[in-house]
């Protein structure tokens, strides 16, 4: 049977939360053009949330290997490391309607927070007693640990550096601010998961690196 130490990824969507406020236009007489170009500007604001590791060994093998996806009569599971790759958005659109046509214009302000949370690091409790091997299983998951810190820096540096030119900072127009809004949140939805998606893809590339049957051999090889 090979002993298995592995890592788990699961994508996490957050919620679009979307607010209007109408604009405090001090001039009602000028034209709704000019209005619109009062508006403040578009800001997008990407951050990441604070790390945060989580250590457990109260899960036996069985458990693990079954949390893990694998075969018990193929694989034992040891170790494995579980995150919530994802991401929270808050937007609010600045909306100024005008009476009678409906038309309305707007600029948002969208905070992204991308997360890697929780992390749990798991070793199996059959460890507990020996100690190379507890200590071998747990460096190889920090080893996860490492990757999928260092993926949350690269993803939340990416996407500060695209999403305003990706989603857009020009004043958006629309024939009501119900229109608006809705096709505003499809882009960034639209946005936001295909880039998700993209950097989940290559988290996982990443990590499959880390758990090869070299890897395992050499964890388990340190303490014999």
């Known amino acids: 049977?090979?002993?298995?130490?592995?890592?788990?990824?699961?994508?996490?969507?957050?919620?679009?939360?979307?607010?209007?406020?109408?604009?405090?236009?001090?001039?009602?007489f000028a034209s709704f053009e000019s209005r619109c170009a009062k508006l403040p500007a578009a800001r997008y604001d990407v951050v990441a949330v604070p790390f945060a590791i989580r250590e457990v060994d109260t899960a036996d093998i069985h458990e693990l290997t079954d949390r893990s996806g694998a075969s018990f009569a193929q694989h034992r599971t040891y170790g494995l490391t579980t995150v919530a790759f994802g991401h929270e958005t808050q937007t609010e659109l600045r909306v100024l309607e005008e009476r009678g046509s409906g038309r309305t214009c707007a600029t948002p302000h969208v905070t992204v927070r991308v997360s890697m949370q929780p992390v749990v690091v798991y070793i199996a409790r059959e460890l507990r007693g020996d100690t190379c091997r507890y200590a071998a299983t747990r460096a190889h998951e920090m080893q996860h640990v490492a990757v999928f810190r260092a993926e949350l820096a690269d993803a939340t540096r990416e996407l500060r550096a695209q999403l305003a030119a990706q989603v857009g900072t020009q004043i958006l127009h629309g024939p009501s601010a119900a229109e608006l809004n809705r096709r505003y949140e499809t882009r960034l939805r639209e946005y936001l998961s295909t880039f998700m998606r993209a950097r989940h893809d290559a988290l996982n590339a990443r990590q499959a690196q880390l758990d090869t049957p070299e890897e395992y051999a050499k964890v388990g090889a340190g303490c014999q």
């Open 1 to 28: 049977m090979l002993a298995k130490h592995s890592m788990m990824a699961a994508l996490a969507f957050g919620a679009l939360l979307v607010s209007g406020c109408t604009a405090d236009v001090p001039n009602p």
